[in-house]
């Protein structure tokens, strides 16, 4: 890193009261790490590891304890969920990182604890969205569960018992809150929720600007009464949040396998399938050709397909036949923008191609609908929106997400999600964009 550009990075985490863990490989080791027959992408791979993987990872800040990931630009001060797993299985990548990345999941359980100190019983064991550095307050909602997938990528790159000790009986925990306090009827479909009763943390559970939310309401739990409820429960059942459990189940239970718990895969299992059934009865439109969210209580469908609705591909929830047709449809005009996939349909009216998951386009859900497409079969498809995310990058530089039509960057440059620009290659998901770990 140029001793300048340092100075400035340093600089601006400092205004903040962060200070970055700089130092943590070389330009050079980086460079060593991937084989590539081209010089651009030997480029793009060391900047996505320089900036959107090492220069993410923090000191110790109030509240956590241990070294923590930063999303990146001046309003994202915590550790997210989502955010931090493709960091993670990045940085397991690089040798000595054991014990860092044991760290960063250590703050997630850290504050399932303090949480669950003033929790009432069916709150405990709840993980916030983003554990926020102090003074900020403390988020009342949790975010796309997809904590047990980052964990199983971790292993499957080092090979980390210690790892798994620490984190499979407290994701079983987190897993077991999320179906008691979002899957309110049994059906294995989610809600999204909010502690504080806000409409819009709620939203921020999931894809937040989504068009499916547009008139979600927020209620009391349907079923559970008592003085100290409140309308912490959104009326809408999203299918993005239910797949990344269903996802992240299978991560649970495969890992279970792996140390020799049987019982516990048994259970997850169980969950998983409740939450495959349940989708494709309720959720599943042949005509959209997708997965669709349904009001909670009637079950109703809510016509319009968003980003959300691609995320069964990643779980494994299609059947081969209903796979066949999301592919078709993804396919098609309405999802095929010059740069794809946009965050709704854009035959919608609400379709604006910059507009934040209302038409914009972002790499990480791009990465995880092409692994998706890619595991049924569909390699010409999953192929083309990764190397036309790999190729918007190299022209327009590595940004939070980008305009559907022409390409260019929006949000904060460098956003540790996009990161996934790199994974989607690593994973052999492109076919002209080509670059491996040596």
Known sequence: MKRRRFLTTTAAWSALGMSPRVGLASDADLGALFETDSPELLTLAKRVMEKCVLEKVMDPTPPLERQ?????????????????????????????????????????????????????????????????????????????????????????????RKLLAQCLPRLERFHDWFWRERDLHSNGLLVVGSYSGKLQHARWETFDYECNMDDMRMTRHPNRKGTDEGPWYADVCVPGNTAYLIMGERSLARLAEVVGDGKMAARRRKRMEQGVAGMREHMWDEEAGTFLS?????????????????????????????????????????????????????????????????????????????SGLAAYGHHNLAADIADKTVANALRNGINEHYDSVSGKGLGVPDYCMSSTILTMMLDGLTKEHRLSVS
């Open 68 to 160: 923590w990931v930063v999303p990146g630009g001046p309003h994202y001060r915590g550790q997210w969920i989502w955010d931090t797993m493709f960091v993670v299985d990045l940085l397991a990548l690089l040798p000595g990182r054991d014990g860092l990345i044991r760290e960063i999941f250590g703050n997630y359980w850290d504050f399932q604890d303090r949480w669950n100190e003033t929790a009432p019983g069916y709150a405990r064991d709840m993980i916030t969205v983003a554990i926020k550095t102090a003074p900020q307050e403390v988020r009342q909602f949790s975010q796309i569960p997809i904590l047990a997938w980052g964990v199983e990528r971790v292993f499957q790159r080092t090979g980390d």
């Open 294 to 370: 349904v009001k909670r209580d009637s079950l109703e469908k809510i016509p319009v397909a968003t980003i959300g609705s691609w995320i069964p591909l990643t779980a494994g929830v299609p059947t081969r036949a209903m796979a066949a047709r999301m592919a078709e449809v993804l396919g098609s005009p309405a999802w095929q923008t010059p740069l794809p996939v946009p965050t709704v349909d854009r035959t919608d009216s609400r379709w604006k191609s910059n507009a934040f998951w209302r038409g914009d386009v972002w790499p990480s859900t791009n990465y995880q609908i092409a």
